[in-house]
């Protein structure tokens, strides 16, 4: 399973558009990218899933470039409610295990 | 539907003792997955099944934990001789056949005094 690289903490405003960049280096041909969310007292939960280029669902946008090494994933105008941990995960498409690192905490101010 | 159903929510018990964490996943997922998350931390693989049988127990810290499912559906991660440093929260998901998108109960939150 690749490994993530995603920054530790980031600040934002609220309506301010968040970008959280995600490395993967060593991305198998068959790995999807994929993207969760975690509230604290909660378990994670499912956000956005991509391959390559980009996706866009009513929550967040995913950017993956062509050499898929790093994604991005957009979040449009950032509210309070969206301050939590969001992890960036590399995994192929079928059933299995996935590898959390630490994830990325996300502050959003009024 | 239903999402995925941990119990109990928040467990405390004495050091020594054996606990049981229950999942009940969504209906019809065929793949059911326990994680562990201490304070802070990111999520710890513990095991995997696929239907009842578990290909994947790489996670399981030592021989003190098991776990089981039966009839494809519920599973029980069983916790013997607790030690302190087994306080966490314990997590399962759930996800379909057909692709890798995991479900996750709100955890049972173990605490070992």
């Known amino acids: 399973l690749a490994k993530t690289t995603q920054p530790i903490s980031m600040d934002s405003y609220e309506g301010q558009e968040v970008n959280i960049t995600c490395s993967h280096n060593?991305?198998?041909?068959?790995?999807?990218i994929t993207w969760y969310q975690q509230f604290p007292s909660q378990g994670p939960r499912f956000i956005i899933q991509g391959y390559k280029t980009k996706v866009t669902n009513e929550v967040a946008s995913l950017f993956i470039p062509a050499d898929r090494k790093s994604s991005t994933l957009s979040l449009p105008r950032v509210s309070l409610s969206d301050t939590a941990v969001y992890y960036c995960?590399?995994?192929?498409?079928?059933?299995?295990?996935?590898?959390f690192g630490k994830g990325t905490k996300l502050s959003v101010k009024p | 539907g239903a999402g995925v159903s941990q119990s109990p929510s928040n467990k405390v018990t004495e050091k020594g003792k054996d606990v049981e964490l229950r999942c009940d996943p969504i209906?019809?997922?065929?793949?059911l997955y326990w994680y562990r998350q201490s304070l802070g931390q990111g999520l710890e693989f513990l095991i995997y099944f696929q239907g009842n049988s578990a290909p994947d127990k790489s996670g399981l810290p030592s021989d003190r934990f098991s776990a089981e499912r039966t009839g494809g559906s519920v599973s029980t991660l069983t916790i013997q001789r607790t030690q302190q440093e087994d306080s966490a929260v314990y997590l399962c998901?759930?996800?379909?056949?057909?692709?890798?998108?995991?479900?996750f109960g709100a955890g049972t939150r173990l605490s070992v005094l």
């Open positions: 060593n991305i198998a041909t068959n790995d999807y």
């Open positions: 209906s019809g997922h065929t793949a």
């Open positions: 998901a759930s996800s379909p056949e057909t692709e890798n998108i995991q479900y």
């Open positions: 995960l590399v995994a192929k498409g079928s059933q299995g295990n996935l590898i």
